[in-house]
């Protein structure tokens, strides 16, 4: 930028220096003298033919900036265009300037005070010294200019590349926004996203390493209690091992759900894996699948009440949608009393080209810190009833990854007179990934 900036001065420089000097036939300073010598012979010659009135059309007739060189004063010390108190200033300020004294018709005395034109300094003067001094300046300026540009161009990005070498390393606590607060430009804005990028990552590895952490914890559960029924077994023989078999049977059926489970939030979340899109009826769907899970409900129980209207056509995958909703009405008949059961609604939003979902159960709700973290993985808000309800805390997370594969949202939050309420909005015309 630096050298960009002296040589495009030198080239204007060298150009401005050669098309003044093709167009002077000689120095400005000589062109100057002239000029005022041929208007003092002009002022003396008006002066002789048509007296004092003409000696001052003359002089407004020079150009301002010429005829702020030249001044005339009658005999009554009088300056002939009222400009005493400006040539006062210039005889008091010592300026150098040339006078002519001379008379008119009737032999009154005048005299002509030419201020000599100072010659311009050796920085601003034509030529290539003038113009090799302006250069120098020029180079001068621009490189404080270009260096402090440069250091706050490249200091940020040094801190950039520091905290990258640091994530890169596995520290990813770092950070590099507090190093910049008062930026407000595009590398403030990058430092931001560079902040979020990293706070990102650092909740994905948290999320792993507690998802490593849950699943191991979740295996291990029912794999030491397969191992003491085993070794019961063992120790009672060909006799009575009938309730150690149940148990067996019990903690592997609970293993392949947990494992089902596992795979199905992997694979929901999976955005490399394609699906499969048709048009389906949602008050269709959801009356199947309302009509699937309350078969299992205890007869004389509530279930999942339910008042299915019109028609509401969308363009989705099935088995994922189906997954989803699975999930919540499950999720809200563990947790609501039973004998109030669970409220579903559907609420189609013309306007906005959107549908809205409601899973509405009457148990104790959640507590409102905790809101926003029932649909990671292997959450729980209570260990104890969790585990007792068997379920492995992954629901709500297949639920969330399903509705955001179809460009929707998912919100839970408290209701007014108890239990837990989530709203799913889907959008009606959206591209499944």
């Given at each position: ?15 401005n220096?050669?098309l ?15 000029g ?12 002789q ?17 010429t ?30 300037m040339?006078t ?26 034509p030529?290539?010294k ?18 402090f ?6 200091t ?16 990813l ?101 394609l699906?499969?899109e ?7 769907l ?18 999942i ?57 009457f ?11 029932i649909?990671?993985?292997?959450y ?33 939050a ?20």
């Amino acid at each position: 930028m630096w050298l960009s900036i002296v040589g495009f001065s030198a080239a204007i420089g060298w150009l401005n220096d050669k098309l003044a000097r093709e167009q002077w036939a000689e120095e400005p300073a000589n062109t100057f003298s002239r000029g005022i010598i041929r208007i003092t012979q002009r002022a003396q010659q008006a002066l002789q033919m048509e007296g004092r009135k003409g000696l001052r059309d003359e002089l407004l007739n020079i150009p301002r900036m010429t005829r702020s060189h030249i001044y005339i004063v009658d005999s009554e010390n009088q300056e002939m265009l009222g400009r005493d108190s400006a040539l006062e200033q210039l005889v008091e300020r010592g300026t150098p300037m040339d006078t002519v004294d001379f008379s008119d018709a009737d032999g009154n005395s005048y005299t002509i005070f030419t201020v000599n034109r100072v010659p311009p300094a050796t920085l601003l003067a034509p030529g290539p010294k003038g113009t090799a001094l302006r250069l120098v300046a020029a180079a001068v300026i621009s490189a404080l200019i270009s260096y402090f540009l440069a250091r706050s161009l490249v200091t940020p990005l040094e801190e950039l590349r520091r905290a990258s070498r640091k994530i890169a390393a596995g520290d990813l606590a770092t950070r590099v926004s507090k190093t910049m607060p008062a930026r407000h430009d595009e590398i403030g804005q990058l430092a931001t996203d560079f902040d979020v990028m990293t706070s990102r990552l650092q909740a994905m590895q948290q999320a792993n390493q507690r998802l490593l952490q849950d699943v191991s914890h979740e295996l291990r559960s029912p794999l030491a209690r397969l191992s003491v029924a085993l070794e019961i077994a063992r120790k009672k023989g060909v006799g009575n091992i009938e309730s150690e078999i149940d148990r067996i049977a019990l903690e592997s059926q609970r293993l392949e759900a947990l494992v089902n489970d596992v795979i199905g939030l992997l694979r929901e979340s999976s955005e490399h894996v394609l699906k499969s899109e048709e048009t389906l009826d949602l008050v269709v769907l959801l009356s199947d699948l309302v009509e699937v899970v309350n078969y299992e409900v205890p007869e004389g129980k509530p279930g999942i009440f339910w008042q299915p209207e019109g028609s509401c056509l969308f363009r989705g995958d099935r088995e994922l949608l189906w997954r989803a909703m699975e999930n919540l009405l499950r999720n809200a008949l563990r947790y609501t009393d039973r004998e109030k059961g669970v409220r579903l609604s559907l609420a189609v939003n013309r306007r906005k080209s959107s549908v809205t979902l409601e899973v509405r159960d009457f148990g104790s709700g959640v507590p409102e810190a905790e809101l926003e973290k029932i649909s990671e993985p292997f959450y729980r808000v209570q260990e104890s009833r969790d585990r007792g309800s068997g379920g492995h805390g992954l629901g709500l997370s297949i639920a969330a990854n399903a509705v955001q594969r179809h460009g929707g949202s998912i919100r839970a939050a408290n209701a007014e007179d108890g239990g837990l309420l989530v709203t799913v909005k889907l959008p009606l015309s959206h591209k499944t990934v």
